[in-house]
């Protein structure tokens, strides 16, 4: 698997934004991002407005997952 922060260095740094889209619609078809959300992305990339670093995603709380809980839900089932 590609490493994702050299990838978007790599296309902050040696390609245009026609180039990115057009790498993008080759590689995801009709999937991918429209032209005016990949040419908003890649300015604010551009304009170092983003990140090239992984953002954490949020997630379960850990707390939220106790034995409590999960007795609470076995009652409501039953």
């Given amino acids: 698997m590609a490493d994702f922060h050299e990838y978007r260095v790599a296309v902050k740094v040696f390609f245009s934004c026609t180039e990115t889209f057009e790498m993008s619609k080759s590689a995801h078809k009709n999937n991918g991002m429209g032209k005016p959300q990949v040419f908003e992305r890649f300015n604010r990339s551009k304009n170092s407005a983003m990140s090239n670093d992984d953002k954490?995603?949020?997630?379960?709380s850990p707390t939220s997952l106790t034995h409590e809980n999960v007795e609470k839900i076995h009652e409501i089932i039953k």
């Fill in 56 to 60: 954490t995603h949020s997630s379960r």
